[in-house]
């Protein structure tokens, strides 16, 4: 069933490509699909049009992932504005966003002919996806602030907004993941004022995982269990798994429709991804179907 909903998410990229939001999408599905790819490429028990499937399904997503890639190259980034941490609408999560796509691709497509260009378009967005007023100008010269002086990140017209700096910080941890799953020393650009973020961000969750300032959207301490602070990633994975849902609970539905249930739907499928690549493929990236998984306990940031 997997199979089939990656196949045609792949072939409706014609519909969704180039867009706003598809960095982030085209991550997950590259990450996604080649964990799927590894374990029917060594899983020779399965049947043989099951790997053949995957096998092709793999080669469709590296296509996609170069077709983003070389679009998103041609584009003006940073996002502006550049001095966004003034505007109440940072442009943090954003140029965040297009730094995981493109580590994805340096990671995932090395040997072509742009890894290297994506590979210093990926440090660039990096450090300035969190940056400060007094922060210098990145490596290309380009000066941008997504956040106040004491780390404060606002978007919504909210001073603070929890769920865009926690978002932020997943994005970051996205991005330096394809490095680690490549086996690759995480750039120190990805770990540009990750610590400091995550700090304040700390500051805003309660001792029962409750955010203490409003949201837009709104939620709680427990959608983004960040790897990059162990002690809160435990106490938020427990208590999310004794509640026994993601975003919200939500009843059965006869027929899908736009509004409230649509967006539940929504929200909750990005909670699943939120634990899958901001918690677990850090802890389990897949080694070898045959061999085992390995579990390691990340460095990232300078948090253990």
Not at 178 to 187: G, N, S, V
């Amino acid at each position: 069933m997997a199979l089939q909903y990656f196949e045609a998410a792949a072939a409706d990229y014609p519909f969704w490509k180039n867009g706003w939001l598809t960095p982030a999408v085209v991550e997950y599905l590259v990450i996604s699909v080649n964990r799927m790819h590894k374990r029917c490429d060594n899983h020779w028990d399965l049947p043989v049009a099951q790997r053949k499937r995957a096998a092709v399904l793999w080669k469709s997503v590296r296509r996609i992932l170069k077709e983003e890639a070389d679009f998103r190259l041609t584009l003006d980034l940073p996002w502006a504005p550049l001095d966004s941490c003034f505007t109440g609408d940072t442009k943090a999560e954003e140029n965040a966003w297009e730094a995981a796509l493109f580590a994805v691709a340096t990671n995932f497509l090395p040997d072509e002919p742009h890894a290297n260009a994506w590979d210093r378009k990926a440090r660039q967005l990096a450090y300035d996806a969190i940056t400060r007023p007094s922060d210098p100008p990145d490596e290309s010269g380009i000066k941008t602030c997504t956040v106040s002086e004491d780390f404060t990140l606002s978007n919504h017209g909210l001073e603070p907004n929890p769920y865009y700096t926690g978002a932020t910080l997943f994005l970051m941890t996205q991005g330096a993941l394809a490095y680690k799953l490549a086996d690759r020393p995480i750039p120190e650009e990805f770990t540009h004022n990750v610590p400091e973020l995550a700090a304040q961000y700390r500051s805003y969750v309660d001792d029962d995982l409750s955010w203490r300032v409003p949201s837009d959207p709104e939620g709680d301490g427990t959608i983004f269990p960040l790897v990059l602070d162990s002690e809160l990633e435990k106490a938020i994975v427990l208590k999310k798994s004794f509640q026994g849902y993601l975003w919200k609970p939500t009843a059965p539905v006869a027929v899908m429709g736009t509004g409230s249930d649509l967006w539940e739907a929504i929200q909750n499928s990005k909670v699943v991804f939120y634990y899958l690549v901001g918690s677990y493929l850090w802890h389990a990236p897949l080694k070898s179907p045959c061999s085992g998984i390995r579990y390691t306990m990340p460095v990232f940031g300078g948090v253990r």
